[in-house]
């Protein structure tokens, strides 16, 4: 509440740091009693699962807010803007990563290009979701600049996604790998195809019931689960299931429905768990050199200019003046929740230390905190008040199709039920 309050920065921001400052950074240099008390050893294992189910929520959310309807008029910003946006930070990843496998922060082995690519997945990687809530309050989430934004990061995150799906495939012997690849190519597969016809039933029975039921809601957290639990006997990692699932469910009134009811839960209870196991193992106490204080920088510094310039230059060869260009750069700079997620996974898998996990959290943090106010100072007020009059006409304009349409509705209703009568 302080973040946003004094800051205009997002509340997963402070949420993020309080993660941080209960672990071992802060809690545990204070007082390393308190710290054990309030997180046993014994406790650990129970923390793991509630973050995991709060991650699973959180990524089948992601994906049914994941949209391509929008996408019209602007196909060539949204590929411009994937491609250089992707490209840019991972040249920088893939020649950060040599240096840092000399420097033994990450794993080296003979065959290292998953861990290349896992890396350098950290530096490529925006966050939708905290993208989204800053779009929201800064009133600008329905503007051509909100959409391209949006659409461009769940692109970046799904080919995220791909890459570590890769990377994890990666670890196990190669006969294990093919097969892993090829259930996740399966599952992907029958999802896209068949997906949206096997759950169109979803919006049936919330027409049926006049909304969203307590059953129907109950059927929806039980097909996730079965289809985490099926996943998980083939090493198919919950996330990438989760994201996979909510981006195939129905959209309009049944996924904001659903959304609603998960949200509470999710983002109150159980992401704070989430983001509280990722500050247990941030220990920014590690960065007791000056070589690693100075890495630390290094990478933030690139993470931070790779990912502007990217998409800046996107931007600009897409005709947009060169504030809007900026902006949208330092806007997409944003990792976030996405970026903890890979880090935590990686940090699983073996395939980053202890340090270079604290080192990448803090550039998590640190991209994430300074996105707002650089695109606020990049946009400028004119363009800011531009870009909020056109969020107002869309909306404007939203009302009263959605408006005519209901009316175009009754209007049928009233003629069945007249005809009936008549009948």
């Known amino acids: 509440m302080l973040f946003r309050k004094y800051l205009a920065l997002p509340y997963v921001l402070g949420e993020m740091l309080a993660g941080i400052a209960l672990g071992p950074s802060l809690l545990g240099a204070i007082s390393p009693a308190l710290e054990q008390y309030i997180f046993p050893t014994s406790s650990l294992g129970t923390l793991y699962v509630m973050s995991q189910i709060g991650l699973i929520l959180y990524m089948f959310m992601t994906g049914l807010t994941f949209r391509l309807d929008t996408v019209s008029g602007q196909k060539k910003e949204i590929v411009l803007m994937t ?20 420097c033994s922060l990450l794993k080296s082995a003979p065959n290292n290009w998953n861990v290349v690519f896992f890396f350098s997945t950290v530096l490529t990687s925006t966050a939708l ?9 800064l009133k600008i989430a329905g503007t051509r600049l909100g959409t391209r934004c949006m659409l461009v990061a769940a692109i970046t995150d799904i080919i995220g996604c791909a890459f570590i799906t890769i990377t994890t495939a990666a670890t196990n ?34 027409k049926r019931d006049n909304g969203l039921s307590e059953t129907t809601f109950a059927f929806v957290l039980c097909l996730l689960f079965a289809c985490v639990l099926v996943a998980e006997q083939f090493k198919i990692q919950p996330v990438f299931t989760a994201f996979a ?27 704070p768990i989430f983001l509280t196991f990722s500050g247990l193992n941030t220990k920014i106490w590690m960065l007791n050199s000056l070589p690693l204080v100075i890495i630390t920088v290094c990478i933030t510094a690139i993470a931070c200019l790779s990912k502007i310039v990217g998409c800046a230059i996107a931007s600009k060869l897409a005709r947009e003046p060169w504030r809007v260009a900026l902006g949208t750069g330092a806007l997409m700079n944003s990792r976030g929740m996405i970026g903890l ?25 640190v991209t994430t905190v300074i996105a707002p106010p650089l695109f606020l100072k990049f946009l400028g007020t004119s363009a800011l008040v531009d870009l909020r009059t056109e969020n107002e006409m869309n909306n404007a304009k939203k009302g009263r199709t959605e408006k005519f349409a209901l009316s175009e509705s009754a209007r049928t209703l009233l003629a069945d039920r007249n005809a009936t009568f008549c009948e």
């Open 83 to 102: 491609v250089l946006g992707y490209l840019c930070p991972l040249i920088a990843g893939i020649a950060l990563s040599q240096y840092l496998m000399s």
């Open 129 to 137: 979701p905290v993208l989204s809530r800053v779009l929201e309050e």
């Open 173 to 206: 012997p190669p006969h294990a790998a093919l097969m892993y690849l090829g259930m996740v190519a399966l599952l992907s597969s029958l999802l896209m195809v068949f997906g949206k016809r096997i759950f169109a039933f979803f919006e049936w029975w919330q």
């Open 245 to 271: 699932l909510g981006a195939v469910l129905p959209r309009g009134s049944f996924g904001e429905a659903i959304c609603k009811k998960l949200h509470g839960v999710t983002v109150v209870l159980l992401l």
């Open 341 to 365: 997620v890979i880090l935590n996974l990686g940090y699983q898998l073996g395939l980053i230390t202890q340090p270079l996990f604290t080192v990448l959290a803090i550039m998590d943090l």
